[in-house]
Every structure is written in C-alpha cells, then in structure tokens.
C-alpha cells in the first residue's frame, strides 16, 4: 500500500505525538468504554515485568522471559482482544512493585482477578494469598490447607500456573527438604525473592 | 471458524500498527485539534467493535477515520463534506506565501473533494475503487480528483523539497 505516496514526502508522525494521541486513547477508554485488558511493564530487579488487569483487578504478572507479544496473546485469547497499554492505569500496581523491591513488607492492596485460574488450582491460589511476607511454606503444607491435602503434585501445578505471581506470593512456596522448587520466573529469580524478604535486600 | 472462536490480536497492536496511517488520514482532512479527537475516536470506536470485526484492518480503520472526520466538520457547521459544491478552485487569500505552508496547510487549501481523494489514496494508500466508495464517487471521479490535487499541491508547495 506505500508506493502510492509516491508524490509526497509525507511527515512522519512523530513518536511524541503518537504518544499523545494514545494517551488521549486510554483516557477515553473507561467505563463503558473500557477495554477488557489494561497493561503496563515495570522495571523491576527482575527484569521487565508485565503487569495486566480486568476491571475486577490485577489478573496477570508476567516476567520478561515469557515474552511480551505471548502474554498479550494469551491475554486476548482467554480475556479477551481489546487489550490496550494504559500505564497510568496501573500506577498504583507498579508503586507497589517499586516497594516490594525495595523490601516493603505488605501484601498487594489492590483488587486481584483470579479469573486465569479455576477449580482446585483457584483454591491453592486463595490459601497463598495468607502466606505474609518473609514466610515460607512447603507444598504439603500449603495442600494440607485445601480440601485435597494430598494433592501435593496439584498444589506444585497451581504455583507453576499462578497467574499473578508476586501478588499472590508463589515463590514462598518451597520443597518440604528446604530447596526451592521451579518458579514462572526462573528458578533464580525465586531464590533472589526468598533472599529479599530474607535479608530485606534483593541480591543482584 | 465463527468470530468468536477465532483468536484476536491484542488491539494494541492494532493501534501500534496503524496509529500512523490514522494519523494521517485524520490530519489530511482536519486541522491539528480536530484531527487529535478524530484520531481517539477513530480507536476508541474501533477497539468497541474489535471483538466481532473481519477482515481489512487498514481500510476499515481508514473508512471508521474518513466517517469521524466528516461528523467532525458537519459539527463544525462547515460546509457537506466530500459531496458538497464548493468552487473547484480554493482562494488563496490570506496565504502571503506558498513557501511557508506545509503539507497539511497545502492539503486544507484543496477543495474538499481533491482533498479527501489525495488523502486517502496517495497518503492512506487506499485504491481509488475504495476511495469513490468512501467518498461517495465513481472510480474515474476519484482518480482525477486526486490528480487534480496532486497537481494543485504542487503549485502550492513549489520549491519546497516535500514537493
């Protein structure tokens, strides 16, 4: 379709307009007009993270390593497709990130969504949300709190698919024999969270 | 596959994509302000019906601008636009020096009909059998609106290296 502007050099819009006018995008974009996804990445000692939410609440974290487009995509797919960048939307959840990074103790304080999780693995996810900062808790223990205590393999799934890691704190979920387990984010992104809220520091 | 099976690109990377083309469309027919609204508009509209749409992202995109850019001028109590009768030769009184204009200053001084037809082929890229249907027009209508707006801009823009 672009060899015919041939007669004109014609501007390009320049990235702080683009800016602007999406800006304008997401301020128009409430209410009824909502989209069925807002997101935003935050710069984080981890990396780049992805931080998404429904009007209910924060419904996906995502680490740099499951890819952005991905994310989205699934977004789209399981949410639904009017996804839109909004970062202002979403300041209260990256000031929040921004304290838990620098070893603020409290939980996210913001509606979460839980709707990527259902069944069994919703309910792990519920049970994980008690578990305070600077706690661990094995597996067993955390499958001793559902209604299936010996769902222990079960209970490993839900960490490993938990949509809002962070939010609801998976990576305080360790082995019973002390070492930590897989993690969304990488094994060593979870050894450098339980150091955190450890050591109150995150190693670099 | 039905509409709602079939996955959905996330609607920002429609924004992404074609935010520029909008802007272009919207900025050729409308002055900065309007042509900023237009633009949000145009999204805003496009992200609503997202969910349900099949088929050409570009021209639907461009069609959804071209309707909001004609709301914009009928709001504005100017003149019926493209299908309206103004004088094929636009004054340029007013205009001390064609030197000084750029391209969407030079676009405004077209008449409305030259002026939609350049827009939407040479600056959207659409094809003149779509640009008659979005102007309400025959395809050989559109092609020498556009030709007779090319050449206007020209004289318009003389010595100028966008020219």
Redesign the interface.
């Given at each position: 379709?672009?060899?015919?502007?041939?007669?004109?050099?014609?501007?390009?819009?320049d990235p702080a307009?683009?800016a602007?006018?999406?800006a304008?995008?997401e301020d128009?974009?409430t209410g009824d007009?909502a989209?069925d996804?807002h997101?935003r990445t935050v710069d984080s000692p981890l990396g780049r993270l992805l931080v998404a939410a429904t009007e209910q609440g924060v419904a996906r974290l995502a680490f740099a390593i499951e890819e952005e487009d991905r994310v989205?995509?699934a977004?789209?797919?399981r949410i639904?497709?009017?996804?839109?960048?909004a970062p202002r939307r979403l300041d209260p959840a990256a000031r929040w990130l921004d304290a838990y990074f620098a070893g603020g103790h409290d939980p996210y304080p913001g509606p979460v969504d839980l709707r990527l999780a259902r069944g069994f693995r919703l309910a792990v996810l519920e049970r994980l949300q008690e578990v305070p900062f600077g706690r661990t808790i094995s597996y067993a223990a955390l499958a001793a709190r559902t209604d299936a205590p010996r769902a222990v393999r079960a209970v490993g799934t839900a960490c490993a698919t938990n949509p809002v890691p962070l939010v609801v704190p998976c990576h305080r979920v360790v082995r019973s024999d002390g070492t930590t387990g897989a993690y969304r984010g990488g094994a060593e992104a979870k050894v450098r969270l339980l150091a955190l809220e450890r050591d109150g520091v995150i190693p670099g | 596959m039905s509409a709602s099976e079939k996955s959905k690109a996330p609607f920002e990377r429609i924004v992404g994509e074609h935010g520029p083309l909008v802007w272009r469309v919207c900025r050729g027919l409308l002055d900065q302000h309007d042509a900023e609204d237009a633009w949000s508009e145009t999204f805003l509209a496009a992200m609503g019906a997202w969910a349900r749409f099949e088929g050409n992202v570009a021209g639907w995109l461009v069609t959804i601008a071209h309707r909001k850019a004609i709301d914009m001028l009928r709001a504005r109590s100017r003149a019926a636009f493209p299908t309206d009768e103004l004088p094929e030769v636009p004054t340029v009184i007013g205009v001390p020096d064609g030197r000084d204009l750029d391209l969407w200053a030079a676009l405004a001084l077209l008449p409305p009909r030259q002026r939609a037809a350049v827009v939407h082929h040479h600056l959207a890229g659409v094809p003149f059998a779509e640009v008659a249907t979005l102007t309400g027009t025959t395809e050989t209508a559109a092609r020498k609106a556009a030709s007779d707006g090319v050449q206007r801009l020209r004289s318009l823009l003389v010595g100028k290296d966008i020219a």
């Open positions: 379709m672009t060899d015919t502007l041939a007669p004109f050099a014609v501007p390009d819009a307009l683009l602007h006018l999406h304008r995008l128009a974009a007009a989209p996804v997101y989205l995509d977004l789209a797919e639904g497709p009017r996804v839109l960048r | -």
